[in-house]
């Protein structure tokens, strides 16, 4: 148990579906992020938040769409999706803050992700 | 983006020691190199970090060389459940932003 959870754990959508993944620390963190780990690819960081602000986005499509309500929250909304994007989609968190590059992020358990 | 290097595999006996390569030859000033792994069906998890001196914690130890050109992960006495990939792992914070730069990892075996 790292403190951070992610639902749902599974999920399957069609490419017309509209659907979230929902992301939450309880860990006091500022900094959220996405990741998507496709099969023999190495993990992708996809967007950063920081204290609520979305400081990265890997040009990633506007397909994914994040949110972050309050920085205990992170949402990805999905929409028109290609099967490419089946993946284990995977959050994370940390202290945040000007020092990035020497946080311990934690990852929640990720959304296996399936586009038909 | 400085980029890692590492192995696609290996293979270790349980409670003998492990050294993970990864090859960073062209890493800047400001990259922390850390590695994570990945347990299955589990998300990544934190193992060690450091910049230019040798790093020790409980789970293991990290050598870096002194061009920090290329570093190793060193599991002191391997046990069944260190089976994992690794990753070695560029960080970098410029200007407030996160830059991060994944291995494709190292897939340890541990046999019995």
């Known amino acids: 148990e790292t403190g951070v959870t992610q639902t749902p754990r599974h999920l399957v959508m069609g490419m017309t579906n509209k659907k979230s993944l929902k992301c939450e620390q309880h860990?006091?963190?500022?900094?959220m992020y996405w990741y998507k780990q496709s099969a023999k690819k190495p993990l992708e960081l996809m967007f950063v938040?920081?204290?609520?602000?979305?400081?990265e986005n890997n040009s990633v499509p506007s397909r994914f769409s994040p949110e972050c309500p309050n920085s205990s929250h992170l949402f990805l909304h999905l929409h028109t999706l290609q099967p490419e994007d089946s993946a284990l989609y995977l959050c994370?968190?940390?202290?945040?803050?000007?020092?990035?590059?020497?946080?311990?992020?934690?990852f929640g358990p990720g959304t296996r992700l399936t586009v038909l | 983006d400085a980029k890692t290097t590492q192995p696609n595999s290996m293979e270790s006996n349980e409670e003998e020691p492990v050294h993970l390569p990864c090859n960073h030859s062209?890493?800047?000033?400001?990259?922390?190199i850390h590695w994570y792994r990945q347990l299955p069906s589990q998300g990544p998890e934190y193992v060690i970090h450091?910049?230019?001196s040798n790093v020790n914690n409980r789970m293991a130890s990290l050598a870096i060389a002194e061009d920090r050109k290329s570093s190793t992960l060193i599991l002191h006495r391997a046990t069944l459940r260190d089976a994992a990939v690794y990753y070695c792992?560029?960080?970098?914070?410029?200007?407030?932003?996160?830059?991060?730069?994944f291995g494709k990892g190292t897939k340890l075996t541990v046999n019995p």
């Open positions: 994370a968190s940390s202290r945040g803050g000007a020092k990035q590059s020497t946080d311990t992020q934690y």
């Open positions: 860990l006091g963190h500022n900094a």
């Open positions: 938040y920081n204290f609520k602000e979305q400081t």
């Open positions: 062209t890493i800047s000033g400001t990259d922390y």
């Open positions: 450091g910049l230019t």
């Open positions: 792992i560029l960080r970098r914070s410029q200007g407030g932003s996160e830059k991060l730069v």
